[in-house]
């Protein structure tokens, strides 16, 4: 597979401070390629290099094999998609004006720019009809961040950055997207480099994971291959502060602590769990329907819903 970006010898020094330092990575072409570490270990810096917002001090980055700073910067920036954490929605611009910027400034006709916004909100369950003149406004967050995500492929860019672009959602909102980015990913075939704290969102979304830690790259691997063998203690001890005990903890917990609604209707519709279904399940299957039943030694508890779980993760929270 073709390397379609290449870090050679990369640092960068921020007021005589050092953030990122040797820097040696290569992305393949069509891999979903994640950065992850804590904050301040250089993985956004390194991704920002990559559409030129931010220049190395020393080192060179390659874009298909031509060194960046030899690019023109608007002209690169065209082919390179950016879904950020804040929702950067144009607030005085309709949802179809969104999602046209970039191809309209790459002089798409109105007709191709509108089959795109079309097929776009079609891909993402967001009925063009009902969804292509609406304002940012008078969309929910998880809406919002859809349509950014579908702005950064209207133009079928050849990489689309993505920093942090899930970390200020929900739990179920964040689930519901990741599985979003891995299929429109299977389906376009972009590159993406996707920028994380959290191992476990790194996991899922992965091709290849770089682990990061003051400025340097510690691991670059597989999620088999760091989950089976991690470089060094950092990286297993990063790997498990980073596992949410949240998700690790069972339905028992929302049903002791009394977030579930009394019912003894077996409703067929819904899907039963049992008390020990751990919450990592729990959110998986909340993308699917909004609520479940709670069954224990064939006897209905009641029933969960999303406004439950919400409420128990604002109080775990």
């Known amino acids: 597979m073709e390397s379609i970006i290449e870090f050679k010898d990369v640092s960068k020094e921020f007021e005589g401070n050092l953030v990122l330092k040797d820097l040696n990575l290569t992305v393949k072409k069509g891999e979903i390629f994640v950065l992850v570490g804590p904050s301040g270990s250089g993985k956004t810096t390194s991704l920002k290099m990559i559409n030129g917002l931010i220049e190395p001090t020393d080192g060179d980055l390659y874009f ?80 919002q961040q859809r349509i950014g995500i579908i702005r950064a492929l209207a133009s079928e860019p050849d990489i689309v950055l993505m920093d942090e672009p899930f970390s200020a959602l929900d739990p179920i909102s964040r689930a519901s997207l990741q599985d979003l980015v891995l299929k429109l990913h299977q389906k376009l075939g972009n590159t993406i480099i996707f920028v994380t704290h959290n191992m476990k969102e790194a996991m899922k979304i992965g091709s290849r994971i770089a682990v990061m830690h ?104």
């Open 214 to 317: 003051e400025g340097k790259l510690v691991q670059c691997d597989t999620p088999e291959e760091i989950q089976k063998h991690p470089a060094n203690q950092f990286v297993e001890e990063f790997f498990d502060e980073t596992t949410d005990e949240v998700y690790a903890q069972t339905l028992e917990a929302l049903y002791n602590g009394g977030f579930y609604q009394k019912t003894t209707s077996a409703d067929t519709a819904l899907k039963n769990l049992s008390l020990d279904t751990s919450l990592s399940e729990v959110f998986e299957l909340l993308t699917e329907q909004d609520a479940f039943l709670i069954k224990q030694d064939e006897k209905i508890l009641g029933l969960i819903n999303r406004s439950d779980v919400f409420c128990f993760l604002s109080r775990e929270g």
């Open 64 to 143: 298909k094999e031509k060194r960046i700073k030899d690019y023109n910067l608007q002209k690169l920036r065209w082919q390179i998609g950016y879904v950020l954490q804040q929702i950067a929605l144009f607030p005085t611009m309709s949802v179809k004006e969104n999602i046209e910027v970039i191809p309209d400034m790459l002089g798409w006709t109105k007709e191709r720019r509108k089959k795109r916004v079309d097929e776009l909100l079609q891909e993402v369950d967001m009925e063009p009809e009902q969804f292509r003149d609406r304002m940012p406004s008078e969309l929910s967050g998880g809406q």
